[in-house]
């Protein structure tokens, strides 16, 4: 038996690679380096799904074929903000995909791609207090999610760094939340189905939900000079470092240093990613000492942190943005799991007691 599936290959895909000891992400044939900040998120999700989702934006129009669904989600969405007020954003976001029937015309892969995104938008624009803000049919998905999100418009650096941030993020291989996707695929239970079991398992701090504490780490830290009696401090309590290892790299997670590039190419963020960088120096040396031979390096979650923060998305939310972005990944694996027409059944070990056997 492997214990968390270590190792095991449970489907084939077209879609994306990761290389764990190489350092590699490969999405449908491009280092995702040569893909992130680079090219629109629109356009990356038509490489994504072309031949494998039925109604892929067309290639040329696609920005028009999500926004024009943003509209949509958000008519049927902004109603229900009332009833989630009260939820922290990646729940509201997991509530508002829900309602979504399996026969609604948003049912759709565009529809889903749009409404993760307004929902995850609406979801965090709500908890800071902010009144909901209607999509804008003219815009990308990255620039009118930062526009719904913050209720003011992003200039062309912090438009150009989130959409890096999507591309970057859009898929990731077997992860836990796709695998999870996949496995309510199996079953043909449909499309939103698949979504809110998808949101629900990247909602965990070991998987989606790392950026937050990240940060609370940073505050907590303070200064370099703090970081590595804080650091040690934390490892003697058994906890685990935010933003640190990887099931499957053991190297560096190439996205990380793709979203430190963005970071830098916002303004007045120096400061911040000196504290990082020195703190991610600390924290590599220790987890090296304390944890011997397990090859922790840094991963995508330590500076997706830096970089949502510096764009002033409240760190409640990063966790519902993370789910805008991996929508496409989702919907594209759920497609694929569809057409191979096999339900997903492991078997377990059987180690508890056996029946008392008839005298
Ligand atoms: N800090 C301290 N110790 C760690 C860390 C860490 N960040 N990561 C792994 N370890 C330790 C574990 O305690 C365990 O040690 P033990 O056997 O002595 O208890 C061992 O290393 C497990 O190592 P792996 O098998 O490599 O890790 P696993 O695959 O079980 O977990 C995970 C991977 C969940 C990402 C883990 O590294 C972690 O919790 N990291 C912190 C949370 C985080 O950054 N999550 C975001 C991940 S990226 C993403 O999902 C988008």
Same mark, same amino acid.
């Given at each position: 038996?492997?214990?968390?599936?270590?190792?095991?290959?449970?489907?084939?895909?077209?879609?994306?690679?990761?290389?764990?000891?190489?350092?590699?992400?490969?999405?449908?044939?491009?280092?995702? @380096?040569?893909?992130?900040?680079?090219?629109?998120?629109?356009?990356?999700?038509?490489?994504?799904?072309?031949?494998?989702?039925?109604?892929?934006?067309?290639?040329?129009?696609?920005?028009?074929?999500?926004?024009?669904?943003?509209?949509?989600?958000?008519?049927?969405?902004?109603?229900?903000?009332?009833?989630?007020?009260?939820?922290?954003?990646?729940?509201?976001?997991?509530?508002?995909?829900?309602?979504?029937?399996?026969?609604?015309?948003?049912?759709?892969?565009?529809?889903?791609?749009?409404?993760?995104?307004?929902?995850?938008?609406?979801?965090?624009?709500?908890?800071?207090?902010?009144?909901?803000?209607?999509?804008?049919?003219?815009?990308?998905?990255?620039?009118?999610?930062?526009?719904?999100?913050?209720?003011?418009?992003? $200039?062309?650096?912090?438009?150009?760094?989130?959409?890096?941030?999507?591309?970057?993020?859009?898929?990731?291989?077997?992860?836990?939340?796709?695998?999870?996707?996949?496995?309510?695929?199996?079953?043909?239970?449909?499309?939103?189905?698949?979504?809110?079991?998808?949101?629900?398992?990247?909602?965990?701090?070991?998987?989606?939900?790392?950026?937050?504490?990240?940060? $609370?780490?940073? $505050?907590?830290?303070?200064? @370099?000079?703090?970081?590595?009696?804080?650091?040690?401090?934390?490892?003697?309590?058994?906890?685990?470092?935010?933003?640190?290892?990887?099931?499957?790299?053991?190297?560096?997670?190439?996205?990380?240093?793709?979203?430190?590039?963005?970071?830098?190419?916002?303004?007045?963020?120096?400061?911040?990613?000196?504290?990082?960088?020195?703190?991610?120096?600390?924290?590599?040396?220790?987890?090296?000492?304390?944890?011997?031979?397990?090859?922790?390096?840094?991963?995508?979650?330590?500076?997706?942190?830096?970089?949502?923060?510096?764009?002033?998305?409240?760190?409640?939310?990063?966790?519902?943005?993370?789910?805008?972005?991996?929508?496409?990944?989702?919907?594209?694996?759920?497609?694929?799991?569809?057409?191979?027409?096999?339900?997903?059944?492991?078997?377990?070990?059987?180690?508890?007691?056996?029946?008392?056997?008839?005298?």
């Amino acid at each position: 038996m492997k214990n968390g599936l270590d190792e095991v290959v449970a489907a084939e895909t077209v879609l994306s690679h990761v290389d764990g000891e190489g350092g590699r992400l490969i999405v449908r044939g491009h280092d995702i @380096e040569t893909l992130a900040g680079k090219a629109a998120y629109e356009d990356v999700v038509t490489l994504l799904w072309s031949g494998v989702v039925g109604d892929a934006p067309a290639p040329g129009a696609p920005c028009t074929d999500v926004a024009a669904a943003r509209v949509r989600a958000f008519e049927r969405l902004a109603p229900l903000v009332p009833f989630v007020a009260h939820l922290t954003p990646i729940e509201a976001t997991r509530f508002l995909i829900g309602v979504i029937g399996d026969s609604e015309p948003l049912a759709k892969p565009s529809g889903m791609l749009a409404t993760v995104g307004v929902a995850a938008a609406l979801a965090t624009r709500i908890s800071e207090g902010g009144a909901p803000v209607p999509p804008d049919l003219a815009r990308g998905h990255a620039d009118d999610l930062l526009r719904m999100i913050r209720g003011r418009d992003g $200039d062309a650096a912090e438009v150009a760094a989130l959409e890096a941030y999507l591309v970057t993020i859009i898929d990731h291989g077997l992860n836990a939340s796709t695998f999870t996707a996949r496995v309510v695929a199996s079953t043909a239970a449909g499309l939103p189905s698949a979504l809110v079991a998808a949101v629900s398992a990247l909602k965990g701090p070991f998987h989606g939900g790392a950026p937050g504490p990240v940060l $609370d780490m940073l $505050d907590a830290i303070g200064t @370099e000079d703090a970081a590595d009696a804080w650091l040690a401090g934390a490892l003697d309590r058994g906890e685990r470092l935010m933003g640190f290892g990887h099931r499957i790299y053991r190297v560096r997670d190439p996205r990380a240093d793709v979203l430190k590039a963005a970071v830098r190419t916002l303004r007045g963020r120096a400061n911040r990613i000196a504290l990082a960088e020195g703190v991610e120096r600390h924290a590599l040396a220790l987890l090296a000492r304390r944890k011997a031979g397990r090859r922790l390096d840094v991963n995508v979650e330590f500076y997706t942190a830096l970089l949502l923060e510096a764009l002033g998305i409240p760190r409640a939310g990063f966790t519902a943005l993370f789910a805008a972005g991996r929508a496409a990944g989702w919907i594209a694996h759920v497609r694929e799991q569809e057409t191979s027409g096999r339900i997903i059944r492991p078997q377990s070990r059987y180690v508890g007691p056996m029946p008392a056997s008839a005298a």
